[in-house]
């Protein structure tokens, strides 16, 4: 007789393109799933990716993976949505708001309509805007809808500073906050390794820590999407591996500290916008964010973010 007491880690992914079908790759890779639904607009791409991914998994972890409907997002831990429009060359994320909010407008009903418990994890740009709409549109409970926001800006940023540093990238404790967009703000005054700020490990090692360097990196952190859609008109490994990140922190009750887009209340007067802090990251999703003690050109920088964020969001009905 089946075992009636077993419930099966089901993801589900919303738009199987180049982000959500590498996403479920890296998400069969890791073994963290049982089951791994596809959901598109694009029927015969959801099922591709699916027959596609099924005969990885001889190879791989077994896991029961297909296309499906709104229908299978019941059950779901974790609902990615990564469905929409992406940017062209040249074009800035929030550019793709009025297209992808519509996407938003109909998807987010569906998936709340057959699961209203899980976590909702959102890739889809701009991602703090659409973030905030799927908290409004669904009603779920804002440490349940977490958007993917600068995690993959800070890992860019983490990868730049430790070519610079000489260590694994992972040894560098450094954040990228605010917008996941043009307006981010790198936090440089609480970068550090090993506790060590990152001016005094710079100094002691003889490094380079010349405001010219730090600018190079912030400029190359934040630019990196467009410099790769400009060579192959996509962005997706970097991406995924945020998304699974995050859905390991959350499925294995981590606790991690990552900085994903949640909903920010009284921090540097800033209120009722969705913008990247690090936060704790758990079972229940984000359990709260870090109320960094930033200098005041970081937070005047941060403020600033928010009020470009706020103001996209202000134009929308929700
Ligand atoms: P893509 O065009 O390859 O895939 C998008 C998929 O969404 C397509 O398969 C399409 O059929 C599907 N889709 C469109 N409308 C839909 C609907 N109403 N219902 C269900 N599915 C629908 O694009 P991509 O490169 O995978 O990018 C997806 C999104 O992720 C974009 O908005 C992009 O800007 C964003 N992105 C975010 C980050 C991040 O860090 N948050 C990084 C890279 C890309």
Redesign the pocket.
């Given at each position: 007789m089946a075992d009636q007491t077993y419930q099966p880690t089901r993801v589900a992914v919303?738009?199987?393109?180049?982000?959500?079908?590498?996403f479920a790759y890296s998400l069969l890779l890791s073994g963290l799933a049982s089951e791994i639904v596809l959901?598109?607009?694009?029927q015969a791409?959801?099922e591709g990716e699916a027959m596609d991914l099924n005969h990885a998994m001889p190879l791989t972890q077994p896991t029961r993976i297909w296309a499906g409907g709104y229908q299978d997002c019941a059950g779901a831990a974790i609902t990615v949505i990564?469905?929409?429009?992406?940017?062209q060359p040249g074009e800035s994320?929030l550019s793709?708001v009025n297209s992808?909010i519509s996407?938003f407008r109909?998807?987010i009903p569906e998936i709340v309509r057959y699961n209203p418990t899980g976590l909702l994890l959102?890739?889809?740009?701009p991602?703090d805007i659409l973030t905030y709409a799927s908290w409004k549109l669904s009603g779920v409970p804002a440490n349940r809808v977490i958007?993917?926001?600068t995690?993959?800006?800070t890992a860019r940023f983490r990868y730049l500073l430790s070519l610079k540093a000489g260590v694994d990238p992972r040894s560098v404790h450094a954040f990228i906050i605010g917008e996941?967009g043009d307006s981010e703000v790198p936090v440089w005054s609480l970068a550090n390794i090993a506790g060590m700020t990152l001016r005094d490990f710079c100094e002691t090692n003889g490094k380079d820590f010349s405001p010219e360097m730090l600018k190079n990196i912030y400029q190359e952190t934040r630019d990196a999407?467009a410099q790769i859609i400009h060579r192959k008109g996509?962005?997706?490994y970097?991406?995924a591996s945020?998304l699974l990140r995050i859905a390991e922190a959350i499925l294995r009750d981590q606790g991690t500290v990552l900085s994903v887009s949640t909903l920010i209340e009284n921090y540097y007067d800033i209120q009722d916008v969705y913008l990247s802090l690090p936060c704790v990251v758990g079972r229940k999703g984000v359990e709260h964010f870090l109320r960094l003690d930033l200098d005041p050109e970081e937070s005047r920088d941060l403020q600033k973010s928010a009020g470009i964020l706020k103001g996209l969001i202000e134009q929308l009905t929700l």
């Open positions: 919303v738009g199987a393109g180049n982000v959500g079908a590498t959901i598109d607009s694009n791409k959801a990564a469905a929409g429009v992406a940017q994320r793709l992808n996407v109909k998807i959102i890739a889809t740009n991602v958007g993917s926001g995690v993959l800006d996941h999407a996509a962005t997706y970097a991406v945020g």
